[in-house]
């Protein structure tokens, strides 16, 4: 069974500009998870979707940060403009449903804000 | 909303000795605490959980203990070995459909040879 696929693995761009995540869950899981990780910390969940629908976004700094996960399969994370402090590995995680607790994580994308 | 706290920050014993991490929530709804290695460019991945209707739970090498009066639970790994060098997350999930993990900081754990 393929594992959550994330893309790119690294990212350095410059502050103000804009930066966009990719994130394919494994196969037939519903529940999708955004996180943001900083060095040191434990990851902050960001964004949770299911199937196409978000669940919570409460967290999400909605004033530069966007998701979208229209198909109910892969989702786009978004961060437009960036700032230094969004420098992150930022982790895609996913359950087979709602209910589920087990939570399957991807490899994560390091940006640095330069 | 739910606070994990997790000690220590970091961790050295030697081949062959026992680990622990201890990590405390703040609410007592939880019901879900699972424990999570993380290597280094790796995702995070499940290694043991526990719910709170079971006071322990042993697999191999690892056994996770739970305390829900004085709202606690502990990551336990005996016959420490080089490869169970990572950093170490728990969480708590609150009951209910959203399943939402709330993480401890971490603990780097070394295993010396």
């Known amino acids: 069974e393929a594992g959550v696929a994330q893309s790119p693995r690294y990212k350095i761009i410059e502050k103000r500009q804009s930066v966009a995540f990719w994130c394919n869950p494994i196969s037939g899981h519903a529940t999708l998870y955004w996180y943001q990780q900083i060095l040191g910390q434990g990851p902050k969940l960001l964004i949770q979707f299911q199937n196409n629908g978000v669940v919570d976004d409460s967290q999400l700094p909605k004033d530069r940060f966007s998701a979208e996960r229209l198909k109910g399969v892969d989702s786009t994370l978004k961060i437009q403009p960036a700032k230094l402090e969004d420098s992150a590995v930022y982790l895609c995680a996913s359950t087979l449903r709602l209910e589920n607790n087990e939570q399957f994580f991807g490899p994560g994308t390091r940006l640095t804000v330069l | ?113």
């Open chain 2, 1 to 113: 909303g739910e606070n994990v706290e997790q000690h220590p920050s970091t961790l050295s014993v030697q081949e062959g000795d026992s680990a622990v991490i201890k990590c405390t929530y703040s609410d007592s709804a939880s019901n879900y605490f699972p424990w999570y290695k993380q290597e280094l460019g790796k995702g995070p991945q499940l290694i043991i959980d526990i719910r709170s209707n079971v006071g322990e739970k042993k697999d191999q090498r690892i056994a996770v203990t739970l305390n829900k009066t004085a709202k606690h639970f502990s990551l336990h790994i005996t016959e420490t070995q080089p490869e169970d060098s990572a950093v170490y997350f728990c969480a708590a999930s609150l009951s209910g459909s959203a399943r939402q993990l709330t993480f401890g900081s971490g603990t780097q754990l070394t295993v010396l040879p």
